[in-house]
C-alpha cells in the first residue's frame, strides 16, 4: 500500500453505522416515489432516508435540448458518481448530493445526505452497473403494464412538472428505445419484481386497487409465504413459477379485491417471521387520503422485513411506534 | 471485512493514477491564486488540475447574514465533505465538486473535477484536520505581513466583486477572530512558507517586485541550495535559523531587486536536482502583462520541484515545452 494511502487510512474514522440499502428501480412514473415514501414513514426519518438517483443528470433541459439521448441514457448521467456516492452511503459516510429541480429542468446548489440505518434508493438507473448493484442488500424492479405507466406519466407530469398531454405522449415515444435499452434490463438484477396491474378480464367495481404480483427471485432469503398461503386462497395465493428469463420464483399475487382481514392474515404471518417485539407498522398500504391498498400494504411489507432482516446487529426495535 | 464492503471492493475498478497533490492554503487574497495559476501553466493543463476548496461553502451569502460567523469558520463549510473528496482525488478518484459563485455570493450547479497527474488545492482551510492534511505529498502556507494583505483584498474585492473599499475593511475587521483562530494556524502544518513583502528599511524604486521569504521546514527533502547559495550572495541567500516555533527551517530570501542573472543562477541548479532532460520552464515569474517577479519565480519553481519530485515513477518527461 502507498504511503500516502495508508496515512489517509490511519487519519480516518470509521463511520458510525453501515446502513442497509435498498434500491428501488423502474422507469419513469412506475410508482418508485409512493412505494419509497411508505416505507421511510414506516421506518421513522431519523432511521430511514431515501434518495432519487435521478438527481444525478449530467445536462439540465436546455442543454438536453440539443443532446441526441434522453435521461434514461447512462451517457446523460454522471453514473461514476452516482457508484461512488452509493459506495461512501453503504460504507456509513455523508454525500454532497447533485439536486436536479424537476420543476424547472435545472441543476441546483448540492444538499448534503447523511446516512441513516435504512438508505432507499430510487430511480431510473441504480442497478445499471456491477459496481452500484454491489451496494445493496436488496434490490427491487418496479414493472407496470405500459399502459398504466404511460397513465400515470401523463396525470403526474401534466399535474406537477407543467406538461401537455401531447408533449408527455410525445416524449414517452422518444424514450422508448432507451428504455427498452437501459431501464428494463435492470428486471433482470432485481431480488423482487413488482407489478401493478388490473387483473385481465375482471370488471372490479371502480375504485377497486390495482392487483400485485411479486415475483421473489431467490437470490436473498424472502420470508416462507407458501406455508401460510396455499394455491387456493381467493384473494391471494402463491405460486412456485419461472420467471420470463427462464429462473425459478415464487409468484405471489395479491388481488386488489383482497379484503383488509385477508391480508392480515398474510402480514401477520410475514412479521412473525421477523421475530420483532413490535406493534405492526400500520402506516402501510396508504394511498394519499383515505384510500388503501392491500396489494400495495403486502408489497411495502415485504421490503420491510428485508430492511429489518438485513440489520447488522438485527436489533429490531427500531421500528417507530404506529400511528393509526 | 462485511461481505458487502468485500463485494463493493471486488467490484471497483483501480483507478490508473494516483495524483501528487499540492495544498496551498492561506487567508483571503494572499495570492494563492496567482501562485497556482502559474504552476498549472507550466505543467500544462492536460496533465495538472487545481481546485479551490472555499466552493465547500455550506452557506450561502444571503444565509450567512444571519448567521454568527464568517466563511473562514469551519462551521460555515461541510469540511467533512472536503476532507472525502481530497482524499477521492488523492486515491485517483473523479469528484462532482460544490461549486460557490464569488460573483454572485450563491451556490451553483457542482462541477465534475477528474484527477490528473498533479493535483493542486488551494483555499482558506485545506491544512486545518489532520485526515486533509494525509491527503497532500507537499503543504504551502501563504503568510504576507496583513498591510499587505489587505491592500490586495481590498483591490480585488471591489475590481471583481463588486464592494466598496469602507465594506472589504469592515469586511476583514469582521473575519479578524476567526483569522487568527481557523487560518493562521495551519502555517504550522505546512512544509513550505511564503511570505513576500518589501524589504523593511529599504527604498526600491518604483515597479519593483515584493521580496520573498521562504521557510523551509525539513518535513520534506527540500533541493539543496544552500551549498548553492551562500549567506553572502548579494540578491538572495539561504541562513539556517529558527522559525517562529522554535523549529529548525532554512529560510531563503530572494530579493525584489534580484536581476534574472542572479536567479537564474538558484533556478538552474534547483532544476539540475530534479535530473530532467527537459528545457528550464519559462513561464515562472510572470505578474501579468510583461512584468516579472524574480522572487515569484523562484518559490513556482521550489513548489514545481517538489510535485515532480513527488510523480510515483519519477518519470520526469511530463512538463509542457517552455513557451517564451
Known amino acids: 500500500m502507498p504511503h500516502k494511502v495508508l496515512r489517509i487510512r490511519r487519519a480516518q474514522v470509521d463511520p458510525p453505522t453501515r446502513p442497509v440499502m435498498l434500491a428501488i428501480a423502474g422507469d419513469s412514473a412506475t410508482g418508485k416515489t409512493t412505494l419509497t415514501k411508505g416505507l421511510v414513514e414506516a421506518l421513522g426519518p431519523d432511521r430511514a432516508t431515501s434518495i432519487c438517483v435521478d438527481d444525478y443528470h449530467r445536462y439540465d433541459r436546455e ?68 459496481l452500484a448493484r454491489a451496494c445493496f442488500d436488496v434490490a427491487v424492479y418496479l414493472d407496470p403494464p405500459e399502459a398504466i405507466r404511460h397513465q400515470w406519466k401523463i396525470k403526474r407530469d401534466c399535474n406537477d412538472r407543467g406538461y401537455t398531454p401531447e408533449q408527455v405522449v410525445a416524449e414517452l415515444e422518444r424514450r422508448e428505445p432507451e428504455s427498452a435499452a437501459f431501464i428494463r434490463p435492470q428486471r433482470e438484477e432485481a431480488d423482487i419484481v413488482i407489478r401493478f396491474a388490473p387483473i385481465e378480464g375482471r370488471q372490479d367495481p371502480p375504485g377497486t386497487p390495482l392487483s400485485a404480483e411479486v415475483a421473489l427471485r431467490p437470490t436473498i432469503r424472502h420470508p416462507d409465504i407458501s406455508r401460510v398461503l396455499g394455491e387456493e386462497h381467493h384473494a391471494m395465493h402463491v405460486k412456485l413459477a419461472r420467471d420470463a428469463d427462464g429462473r425459478p420464483i415464487d409468484a405471489l399475487h395479491v388481488h386488489g379485491y383482497a379484503s383488509r382481514e385477508d391480508s392480515r392474515v398474510l402480514e401477520k404471518a410475514i412479521w412473525e417471521q421477523l421475530e420483532v417485539d413490535h406493534p405492526f407498522p400500520e402506516s402501510l398500504g396508504r394511498l394519499g387520503g383515505a384510500q388503501r391498498s392491500e396489494p400495495l400494504a403486502i408489497a411495502q411489507l415485504l421490503l420491510l422485513y428485508h430492511l429489518l432482516d438485513n440489520r447488522p446487529d438485527r436489533d429490531l426495535t427500531a421500528l417507530v411506534p404506529a400511528t393509526t
Chains 1, 2 share one sequence.
Open 63 to 130: 442543454e438536453r435540448r440539443h443532446l441526441p439521448f434522453t435521461p434514461l441514457n447512462p451517457e446523460c448521467n454522471y453514473v461514476q458518481i452516482m457508484e461512488q456516492h452509493l459506495q461512501l452511503l453503504a460504507t456509513g459516510h455523508p454525500i454532497l448530493k447533485p439536486v436536479y429541480d424537476h420543476r424547472t429542468g435545472s441543476l441546483v446548489r448540492p444538499a448534503l445526505v447523511e446516512p441513516r440505518e435504512f438508505v432507499i434508493v430510487e430511480g431510473l438507473l441504480p442497478l445499471s452497473t456491477r
